[in-house]
């Protein structure tokens, strides 16, 4: 039977301090009323029965996801009690899935992401399921086609097609985020796609690659699974690392029997990422202004301004150039544009000054 995993466990600190502990971004409600997860769980519509959505996500935002999403089974949230990283997002769900049905293929894909149009997405979700019945030692991730020289994904550099799969490709391997005169020579090639961070796979065959490269990793996630009240004791203990690094690029290597096959997704896609991702939703004044809530500008042009108050608070920028102003009712941030990607240090150094309640 087919399964989707929606991952939403990430603490979106690149959005601080919109993104606060307690209310990471796939949580804020900010795109008509929604959340990005909310928009995750809405693009899944007829693609599977609600009853075999799960999702994976922090215990501490447990609650505020069950009332997100009312339609999933309260055992289909499944809660970290500390975050490890991807590889044991994906691998706990796996265990969970095989547990329940043996035969379990499944997606597993993000909360923290834009993507239209859904029924191109839903497609290609579709033949990716397909190709797992096809071959069931494959490991199936999908590749965004690229639409400029990005130096913030990572990409997956195609070799042969699929023989029976339109657009499928197997992978020769998994490239980091490039420099810009490398992406160009990415994009120029037409030999690669964008990682999406997204996959499909039989969840037994995902725990059949870890028996080999992490069986550790392997025995625990099945044993919290055969006694769920180990979960405390255990997960914190699993090695923190993602599932690229730990499962992709070694299956990509030749290192398992398994194969890495790709399905190439030709959609809008944006993974929001920071603040610039998520100011391309905004409207642009004349000067070049992204502006959300109760803003006032003078003399201003370039600039990201974002208001959370707009009933009790009002922000006035004056002479300011390429700069990012996001007003919280706990914190404000004000920051060059060209440092926005940095927030994280900024973050840690708040932490550690004022204390985890203000980051």
């Known amino acids: ?74 055992a289909n949230i499944l809660g970290e009690p500390v975050g490890r990283d991807s590889l044991n997002a994906v691998a706990w769900s796996a265990a969970v899935l095989a547990a329940r049905d043996p035969e379990a293929v499944v997606a597993m894909v993000t909360a923290d992401q834009l993507i239209s149009p859904v029924d191109e997405y839903q497609r290609c979700l579709r033949v990716a ?24 994904y990572g990409y997956l550099h195609r070799a042969e097609p699929l023989a029976g799969f339109e657009g499928v ?20 090639s037409g030999e690669y796609w964008w990682n999406a961070g997204m996959f499909v796979w039989r969840a037994a065959t995902l725990l059949e690659q870890l028996d080999v490269l992490l069986p550790e990793t392997a ?8 006694d769920p009240g180990t979960l405390d004791e255990v997960f914190p203990t699993l090695e923190k690392t993602s599932v690229d690094y730990a499962v992709m690029e ?8 398994a194969t890495v096959v790709a399905v190439g997704l030709d959609v809008t896609w944006r993974d929001v990422g920071g603040f610039v991702a998520l100011a391309e939703d905004f409207a642009t004044d004349e000067h070049g202004n992204r502006v959300d809530g109760r803003v006032v ?3 201003t042009s370039g600039c ?3 208001n959370t108050e707009p009933e009790a608070h009002v922000v006035g920028t004056m002479g300011l150039r390429d700069t990012l102003v996001v007003h919280t009712p706990g914190a404000t941030l004000v920051t060059p544009l060209a440092d926005a990607e940095r927030v994280k240090e900024l973050v840690e150094l708040v932490r550690t000054t004022h204390g985890a309640d203000f980051s």
Not at 169 to 188: G, V
Not at 250 to 257: A, I, K, L, W, Y
């Open 1 to 74: 039977m087919r399964y989707v995993v929606i991952m939403a466990g990430g603490s979106g600190t690149r959005l601080w301090p919109l993104s606060r502990k307690g209310t990471p971004k796939q949580l804020l409600e900010l795109f008509n009323g929604k959340s990005l997860l909310r928009l995750a769980y809405e693009r899944l519509s007829g693609l599977v029965p609600d009853a075999n959505i799960l999702t994976c996500t922090s215990r501490d935002y447990a609650d505020v996801v069950a009332a997100q999403l009312p339609e999933l089974p309260a």
């Open 129 to 152: 399921f397909d190709v797992v019945d096809a071959h069931p030692s494959a490991l199936v991730t999908l590749g965004i086609v690229p639409t400029s020289p990005h130096t913030g």
């Open 169 to 188: 490709h197997r992978l020769s391997s998994f490239k980091e985020k490039p420099e810009l005169e490398l992406a160009r020579q990415y994009l120029e």
């Open 219 to 226: 025995s625990k996630v099945r044993r919290i699974v055969a």
């Open 250 to 257: 070694p299956v990509s290597r030749g290192e398992t029997d």
């Open 297 to 299: 500008n003078l003399d």
């Open 304 to 306: 990201i301004v974002i």
